[in-house]
Structures are given as structure tokens and as C-alpha cells.
């Protein structure tokens, strides 16, 4: 079993990790806060005292960052990238800049792969095993990890170095727009007569179906918004859309509204809030509820 070194333990990674340790992986884990690193030792991984620690020796490297800049700290700044042994390869799981983690291909030590496979499918795919991984780098690169990613779910290859991140900020692009979307649905139909239940089934069982629909709703009717993703997230990402549409050279009005959207909705009720705090702007403007009777267990418990 190859040897992981696994950094960032927060609300995805830690749930990844250990799904690694429990596939029986010697998994050497880190995180900037205690706690998370705690989990993971629960869990079967062992503990080291840095991310240079974390990568040396290992056979595969994942990083699970909120951010580009916090992948950047931990990799440069923290001495990840240079304490990898040749023959390893480092994975980013990080929704992140294409541009960086092909810079950061550039500086690896001699002999160390480098690919980018950012994940979707929530905390419940990274509980499960059921996540969807953007795979973008060297085709031997991506075999040669494929056995250890697909503990985790399925994996895609996208491509060349920086795929991965497209394909994931895309997915990000139109998850958002959907969320945006379906709040707005919704007020339309139960401010026009239609019981809300009523209105959900209908959307399911209709053109309106989607993820979003299925997997989102449910924490819009619990009114907790689902805060295992914040506001500050979904702002981050669309920046991130952002760059890449200017490559388009074209008008993208949709994307543009899903990014005010999401904007307006941080304003109000801070970064913090949970992404799904579009809908609740709009339950507050309109003033009207969207709460509805149900046995909804939150995603990431399930």
C-alpha cells in the first residue's frame, strides 16, 4: 500500500483521510489546527508536526485547501513541495488557479509528478467514497495514482496540468447559477399558491430536476443553509470563474447574476454564512418562509 501524506483536514479532507486510513494506507497527516489533526489520529492516520513532515518519504502527496494562497504557504512557504522524494507524486485537491499549479510543476524537485484533481459530491461523497475527481495532469501521472484516488471516488481525467481546476470551477459555475435559481423558484411558486412540498416534487419530477434541487433543497427547508460551505467559498470560486471568463470574450450574463447573487447574500450576513444564505435573502426581502416538515438529516451526517 503506497504511503500518503495528507494536508488539510478541514471539512473535506478530513473525511478523505480517513477514507485512506480505513483502505489500510500508512497516511502521515497534517493541519494547522489541532483538533482536525486529533480526528485524523481517530482515525488511523499519524500525526506529523509540519507539511514538510507530511510530505517527506511519501509515495503520494494530497493537499485539501481552502484556497490558491493557502496552497502556495503550505507548498512553498511551509516547505511541501521541496521535502518531496523523487518518484512521489503531489495531487491537489484544492478548487484552485490553473496558473499556479502548473508554476508550482515547474519548481518540483526533480522526479516529483505534480497533477491537480479537485473533488465534488459534498462532505457525504467524502464520507461515502463517492466524490467525482477532476484529474488533470501526465497520463502516466494519473494512472500511477488512480488505485489511491479512487478510495475516494470516481476519478477524470481531464487533460493536461490545470484541467482539473477548470473542470471543477466550471462545475462550481453552474452549481451556483442552479442554487441561485432554485431559491428563486421557489419563492415564485409559494408566493403564487403552491404548497412547497408540492413544488419540490414537481421540480423533481420535471425539466427542473437537478443536484441542486435534490442534494440543496433539504438545507433550505431545515434552515440551516447547509454550513459546511460558506458564503466565502462561493465568493472565492467565482472570482476564480471569473478569470477564466475572460478568456471567453463573450457576455455571460447568467454567471454574472449567480456572482451578485452570492455577493449580496455575503454582504448581509457575513463570509461565515452558509452558502445557501442566497435563499434566505430572498425568504428576508420577500418575507416569506421556505422552512418545510421533514426528517432532513444534514448531508455531511448522512
Not at 51 to 57: H, I, L, M, Q, Y
Not at 98 to 124: C, N, Y
Not at 152 to 173: A, D, P, Y
Not at 237 to 261: K, N, S
Request: negative net charge; hydrophobic residues 45%.
Amino acid at each position: 500500500m503506497e504511503t500518503v501524506g495528507f494536508i488539510g483536514l478541514g471539512t473535506m479532507g478530513g473525511p478523505m483521510c480517513a477514507r485512506l486510513s480505513g483502505a489500510g494506507h500508512p497516511v502521515k497527516a497534517f493541519d494547522v489546527n489541532p483538533d482536525a489533526l486529533e480526528a485524523a489520529v481517530g482515525a488511523g492516520a499519524a500525526a506529523t508536526g509540519s507539511a514538510a513532515d507530511a510530505a517527506a518519504g511519501v509515495d503520494v502527496l494530497l493537499t485539501s485547501l481552502p484556497a490558491p494562497s493557502h496552497v502556495e504557504a503550505v507548498m512553498c512557504d511551509a516547505g511541501a513541495l521541496a521535502a518531496l522524494p523523487p518518484g512521489s507524486t503531489w495531487v491537489d485537491l484544492t478548487t484552485s488557479r490553473p496558473e499556479l499549479i502548473r508554476r508550482l510543476a515547474g519548481e518540483a524537485p526533480e522526479g516529483v509528478a505534480v497533477m491537480d484533481s479537485p473533488v465534488t459530491g459534498a462532505v457525504d461523497g467524502a464520507r461515502n467514497g463517492t466524490l467525482t475527481l477532476f484529474a488533470g495532469g501526465e497520463p502516466e501521472a494519473v494512472e500511477r495514482v488512480r488505485p489511491v484516488l479512487e478510495r475516494l471516488g470516481r476519478v477524470i481525467g481531464c487533460g493536461e496540468l490545470g484541467t482539473g481546476c477548470v473542470t471543477k470551477l466550471v462545475t462550481n459555475q453552474l452549481w451556483f447559477v442552479g442554487a441561485a435559481a432554485l431559491a428563486e423558484g421557489l419563492a415564485v411558486g409559494v408566493r403564487n399558491g403552491v404548497e412547497l412540498g408540492d413544488l419540490w416534487e414537481a421540480i423533481k419530477a420535471s425539466v427542473g430536476d437537478s443536484f441542486v434541487a435534490r442534494h440543496d433543497a433539504p438545507s433550505i427547508f431545515a434552515g440551516h443553509y447547509d454550513p459546511s460551505f460558506s458564503l466565502e467559498l462561493c465568493v472565492k470560486d467565482l472570482a476564480l470563474v471569473a478569470e477564466l471568463e475572460t478568456t471567453v470574450g463573450a457576455d455571460l450574463p447568467m454567471t454574472a447574476a449567480a456572482r451578485r447573487a452570492f455577493e449580496r447574500a455575503a454582504e448581509r450576513y457575513g463570509m461565515d454564512a452558509p452558502e445557501l444564505s442566497v435563499a434566505r435573502r430572498i425568504e428576508d426581502d420577500a418575507d416569506l418562509s421556505l422552512r418545510l416538515d421533514g426528517d432532513w438529516v444534514p448531508h455531511w451526517e448522512a
